[in-house]
């Protein structure tokens, strides 16, 4: 029977609706918040709110619907069930961006980039708190059985009925996802902090860290959403792959435009696909050789470390800088601190052209050896994962 917080007469509120409400709620206010303090548009953010929410849920039952066709007689039908049960959460996504579009059309906010931004930290803690859901039902858990009592709990493993009427734990990965995307959410509020000039960048950033993360999560469930016509790689796995390839064609390209053609953008490349294959084969190595899972998700953890990593390293080494003049200027306009003549500040612009001159030479001169040595760390560890994979074979 499905847990119930509140019944009135012949009403009945499952725990699940409650978790979904204040997942929303607390999705939009941090959202709001951290966009009102840059002097974005607030009722671009009101009118985005009931638009958003529309959205994310149609496309959230649509996309489990398709994955799902045989659960429900038509689309329709899906399209008519109001129960918080049903919904793929990658749904949420196309969802936010089609309303936060939908408000630029009618010019309610400034940049559609900058307000992604400010959405992309509420958008991480809602899906992670909408994770908790799952507390309440039998979804979003691991395909492996934790058979070690000290591990039968929170935050590894989470109770299961079997058909046969007993109970057996298997691995909490809705719970995983939800500290996951905490996680998430935490740096991408210092990262708009930090860098909320640079538009776009945050809302990227959380489309990196959810897309490698979610790769390797969704391979756990044992409920993961498969287009019909490939029942091998999940659909939040297809949807991480293009994105993090995506992602690295547009830092490669504002890299090329900064600095022209650098010799270590192909070990870079080479590095990139080393580690996108790496954690392709891994995956079908989980699918074929599931006894050994503990080894091939830390060896798929590695190398998904090393994609965010290097598209992180592209997006550095194109960010745009202050321009040595503007720094002058503001030290330019400076007040002097005591009452004397005020003197050039020739040497102090000076100082600030000098530094902005070293820096891409300093991180030119880093980045080939940190290229080198992932790609020497991605290539031991698709050796190993082939070279296992031959053993076992055999």
Not at 105 to 134: H, I, Q, W, Y
Not at 174 to 181: E, K, M, N, R, T
Not at 330 to 340: D, G, H, Y
Not at 361 to 380: F, M, Q
Request: charged share 15%.
């Amino acid at each position: 029977m499905e847990p119930i917080s509140v019944i009135a007469g012949t009403t009945e509120i499952p725990w699940k609706s409650i978790v979904l409400v204040l997942s929303v709620l607390a999705a939009f206010f941090l959202s709001y918040s951290l966009y009102a303090t840059q002097k974005g548009g607030r009722i671009g953010m009101w009118i985005f709110a009931p638009f958003a929410t529309v959205f994310s849920l149609f496309f959230c039952r649509m996309l489990y619907w398709y994955c799902n066709r045989e659960q429900y007689n038509d689309f329709t039908a899906a399209m008519r069930d109001v129960s918080p049960d049903g919904f793929a959460m990658l749904g949420i996504l196309p969802g936010v961006l089609l309303a936060a579009a939908l408000v630029r059309l009618v010019r309610l906010n400034k940049s559609l980039p900058a307000m992604l931004d400010a959405l992309a930290p509420g958008v991480a803690l809602g899906m992670g708190l909408a994770e908790l859901m799952c507390l309440f039902d039998i979804r979003c858990r691991g395909k492996v059985v934790v058979s070690t009592p000290v591990f039968c709990h929170l935050p590894f493993a989470a109770p299961m009925l079997t058909p046969q009427g007993g109970v057996e734990y298997r691995f909490a990965t809705f719970f995983i996802s939800f500290l996951v995307l905490l996680g998430i959410m935490k740096l991408c509020m210092e990262f708009y902090t930090a860098r909320r000039e640079e538009k776009g960048c945050t809302a990227a950033l959380f489309l990196l860290l959810y897309s490698a993360s979610g790769f390797i999560l969704d391979s756990t469930r044992y409920d993961a959403g498969y287009f019909p016509f490939n029942g091998f790689v999940s659909v939040l796995q297809i949807f991480a792959g293009l994105s993090i390839l995506t992602l690295a064609i547009v830092f490669c390209v504002k890299m090329l435009k900064k600095r022209g053609f650098v010799w270590y953008v192909i070990p870079w490349w080479v590095a990139m696909l080393l580690s996108m294959g790496a954690t392709g084969y891994l995956e079908y190595l989980v699918q074929r050789y599931g006894d050994k899972h503990i080894l091939w998700y830390s060896l798929m953890i590695l190398s998904s470390l090393a994609m965010v990593l290097l598209v992180y390293a592209m997006y550095a080494l194109g960010r745009p800088v202050k321009v040595a003049e503007e720094k002058a200027e503001e030290v330019k306009n400076e007040e002097p601190t005591v009452a004397e003549p005020q003197k050039t500040n020739e040497p102090a612009v000076a100082e600030v052209i000098e530094e902005n001159a070293e820096e891409p030479e300093e991180n030119a001169s880093v980045l080939p050896a940190g290229l080198a040595a992932v790609s020497a760390v991605l290539a031991a560890l698709g050796l190993s994962a082939l070279f296992l994979s031959k053993n076992k074979k055999d």
